[in-house]
């Protein structure tokens, strides 16, 4: 079986303001990322990690190119379909570095609150949640608020969350930043499992390289285009 396309992108450009206030951010970047692989995006500050990811995660406009999730074409120089926040909801999973759980309420109606508003009965929503926080062996915390939990406690409750609506693929912006060594390395082996055992493709920002040898593959963004570097390289 050849791999599934999870993402593809095909010169997308992306600039932000004009005369003085211009920035070129993304020029003419084309890549395919597949189902099943954990792909650290690694680039210096400023360089349009974040602006890209927000780009496939169809919240942040490009200038001009294509943008593919699965096999669905959503953006050919113009979103294609007026229900981005619906492909948002279904087909995405979001981590970012902070996690921004809702701090008012506890654990388990963080992790159905989605799922909730993609209309999915409580029930069945509570049962996919509880699963999720057994897996992440935090199902002991169910009824805890976010401010009780430690930061790994509250990362792992994250990652939960974006993995609660079976999305196809994961965007994580640095999901490790407040954690120490060796909680990043767990969170970053748990993001390989979920990839291989869901067959989800993961993109992941990072800036600790110590991370970078359980990728599936490294993206860097240099001159402003993507490119691909041997994840060997750096076992
Ligand atoms: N809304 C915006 N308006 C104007 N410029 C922006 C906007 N968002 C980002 N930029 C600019 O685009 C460039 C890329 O920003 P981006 O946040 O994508 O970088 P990054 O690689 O994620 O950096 P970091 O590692 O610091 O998070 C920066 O020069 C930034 O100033
Ligand atoms: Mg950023």
Redesign the pocket.
């Known amino acids: 079986m050849s791999a599934q396309q999870a993402i593809k992108v095909e010169n997308l450009n992306k600039s ?2 004009s005369g003085d206030t211009f ?1 070129d ?1 993304i020029h003419d970047a084309s890549f395919t990322i597949y189902k099943g692989e954990l792909v650290a995006l690694v ?10 990811l927000m780009m496939i995660g169809c919240v942040d406009t490009p200038v001009s190119g294509k943008i593919w999730i699965g096999d669905e074409k959503v953006y050919d120089n113009k979103w294609l379909t007026k229900t981005t926040r619906k492909i948002r909801r279904e087909k995405l999973g979001f981590i970012f570095q902070a996690h921004y759980l809702i701090p008012f309420l506890n654990v388990i109606d963080n992790l159905v609150l989605l799922p909730q508003a993609n209309k999915v009965d409580e029930k069945v929503a509570k049962t996919k949640a509880r699963e999720l926080l057994k897996y992440f062996d935090i199902a002991e915390k169910e009824k805890a608020m976010p401010s009780q939990l430690s930061g790994g406690q509250n990362q792992r409750v994250a990652i939960a969350r974006a993995l609660v609506n079976d999305p196809e693929i994961i965007l994580a912006d640095e999901p490790t930043a407040a954690l120490d060594s060796a909680r990043s390395i767990d969170v970053v082996k748990m993001l390989k499992k979920i990839a291989k055992e869901q067959n989800v493709a993961i993109v992941m ?1 990072t ?1 600790d390289e110590r991370v970078l040898p359980y990728c599936d593959k490294i993206m860097k963004i240099e001159n402003k285009k993507t490119v691909f570097e041997d994840v060997s390289a750096v076992k």
């Open positions: 932000f303001g920035v951010v680039a210096p500050s400023g360089a349009g990690k974040t602006t890209l920002v800036h």
